[in-house]
C-alpha cells in the first residue's frame, strides 16, 4: 500500500496531492494561476513559471498537512516530468528531485498525458469507494486545453497513440470562441453553461473530419467559423450588432453540438480500430456536460474522472506513480523536464 506525494507544475497549475494504493485521494491542492493569465485570454509561459516557484513550496505543505501525512511516511515522490512548458516543468522537477533526494524515497516520473488518463481511476474522497477499473484494451481520449488526442490503452503502462489535433487543442477552441463572444476566461465551463440554454440546430458549424478512416482533429476551421460569424467575413460588410444574449446562447450551442460530433464520431472510429472494450476521457474537456451526455449514447462502458479531476490536478500523478512503482520504474535523480509527451505514434 505504497504512499505517494504527487507534483503537478507542467502547465499553468501548481499542485500536490497524497494517494495511498494509486488510488485513495488523501489530499489534492491545486494553486491555480488562472486570474494572472485571464487578461492575456492564455497561458503566458514566463508569468507561470514564476507563479510556479512562489506557489510550490507552500502547496507542497498544504498537500501534506490536508493528508495528515508526515514526510517519513511516504514511500514515494512523482512528477509530471513531460509534456509541458518548460518553465514550468523544471519547478515540479527540481522539487520532487530535491524531496525525494532530501527524504530517501525513490523518485518517479509520470507523463502528465498518461496521468490525465488514470485521473478514472481516483476515488471522489478519502474514504469512497474505488471507481470502477477499465477494461482493456480501452479506447482513451484526452481532451483538455494543451492536448486532444486519442491513444490505444491495453494498460495503464502500454498506451500508443493513434490520434491527435493538426492544429488547436479543443480546449483551446473553446477558450478562443468565448473570446470571439467576450465571455471570461477560461472559456470552456462557461460555454458549456451557456449552450445549456441554446439552440444547437439555430447555427449550423462545420464539423472537420479529415477523411474517412482518420483518427485526426482540426478544430481551427470550426473555430473560424464562429468568429467570421460574429465579426463578419473579410471583405463583406460587417454586421450591424454584436450577438445579443440569446444569440450567444444558440451559438455556444451550435459550437459544442459541432466538437461534441466530431469527438463522439472519432471515439466511434477509434473503438472499432482498437475492438475496445470501454471507452476513457479525461483532461479539462471531459468535465463538458455535452460531451457526457452524448458519450452516455455509447454501446461500451465510458469511464469519466470526478469533476475535480479533468483539469490538472497531482492526484492524477500520484496515482499513476503507484502503477510504475509496482514495476520497479523509478527514475534517476538527473531527471529531465521534457515538453514533449512519452507516448508517440507507432504504425
Ligand atoms: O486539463 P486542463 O486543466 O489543462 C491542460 O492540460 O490543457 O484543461 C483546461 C481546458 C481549458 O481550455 C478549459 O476551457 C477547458 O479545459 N474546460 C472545458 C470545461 N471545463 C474546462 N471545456 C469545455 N467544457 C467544460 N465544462
Ligand atoms: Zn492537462
Redesign the pocket.
Known amino acids: 500500500m505504497p504512499t505517494i506525494l504527487g507534483i503537478e507544475s507542467?502547465?499553468?497549475?501548481t499542485a500536490a496531492s497524497v494517494v495511498v494504493d494509486g488510488v485513495r485521494v488523501l489530499s489534492n491542492v491545486i494553486a491555480t494561476q488562472v486570474e494572472l493569465h485571464a487578461r492575456y485570454r492564455g497561458v503566458v509561459p514566463e508569468i507561470a513559471s514564476r507563479a510556479h516557484i512562489e506557489n510550490i513550496l507552500p502547496v507542497l505543505r498544504e498537500g501534506l498537512r490536508d493528508a495528515g501525512i508526515e514526510l517519513n511516511q511516504l514511500d514515494a515522490v512523482a512528477v509530471a516530468h513531460r509534456p509541458g512548458l518548460i518553465g514550468s516543468l523544471l519547478v515540479g522537477v527540481t522539487a520532487a528531485k530535491t524531496l525525494a533526494w532530501a527524504i530517501g524515497k525513490p523518485l518517479i516520473a509520470v507523463d502528465?498525458v498518461q496521468a490525465?488518463l488514470y485521473s478514472v481511476m481516483l476515488t471522489e474522497t478519502a474514504d469512497s469507494p474505488a471507481p470502477p477499473s477499465p477494461k482493456f484494451p480501452a479506447v482513451g481520449l484526452v481532451?483538455?486545453?494543451?492536448?486532444t488526442a486519442l491513444y490505444a490503452v491495453n494498460s495503464w503502462r502500454d498506451v500508443r497513440l493513434i490520434g491527435a489535433t493538426i492544429d488547436d487543442?479543443?480546449?483551446?477552441a473553446?477558450?478562443k470562441v468565448?473570446a470571439t463572444l467576450g465571455l471570461e476566461?477560461?472559456?470552456?465551463?462557461i460555454?458549456?453553461?451557456r449552450a445549456s440554454n441554446g439552440d444547437p440546430k439555430r447555427f449550423r458549424f462545420p464539423r472537420t473530419r479529415l477523411g474517412r478512416e482518420s483518427l485526426d482533429f482540426s478544430f481551427s476551421g470550426l473555430k473560424t467559423a464562429v468568429l467570421y460569424h460574429v465579426k463578419g467575413v473579410p471583405g463583406k460588410p460587417l454586421r450591424e450588432a454584436p450577438p445579443d444574449e440569446t444569440e450567444i446562447d444558440d451559438i455556444a450551442a451550435g459550437f459544442?453540438a459541432a466538437?461534441v460530433d466530431v469527438l463522439v464520431e472519432k471515439i466511434k472510429r477509434a473503438i472499432r480500430e482498437v475492438g475496445a472494450k470501454s471507452v476513457i476521457v479525461?483532461?479539462?474537456?471531459s468535465?463538458?456536460?455535452?460531451?457526457r451526455a452524448a458519450l452516455a449514447g455509447l454501446h461500451l462502458p465510458v469511464h469519466f474522472p470526478f469533476v475535480k479531476y479533468?483539469?490538472?490536478n497531482a492526484a492524477m500523478c500520484a496515482g499513476l506513480a503507484a502503477v510504475h512503482l509496482a514495476n520497479g520504474e523509478t527514475a534517476p535523480l538527473d531527471l529531465d523536464a521534457v515538453t514533449y509527451s512519452r507516448i508517440e505514434r507507432s504504425e
Open positions: 507542467t502547465c499553468d497549475e502528465h490525465h481532451c483538455s486545453g494543451g492536448h487543442a479543443v480546449g483551446e473553446y477558450d468565448a476566461y477560461p472559456g470552456g465551463p460555454i458549456d453553461r459544442q466538437c479525461g483532461g479539462g474537456v468535465a463538458n456536460r455535452g460531451l479533468c483539469t490538472d
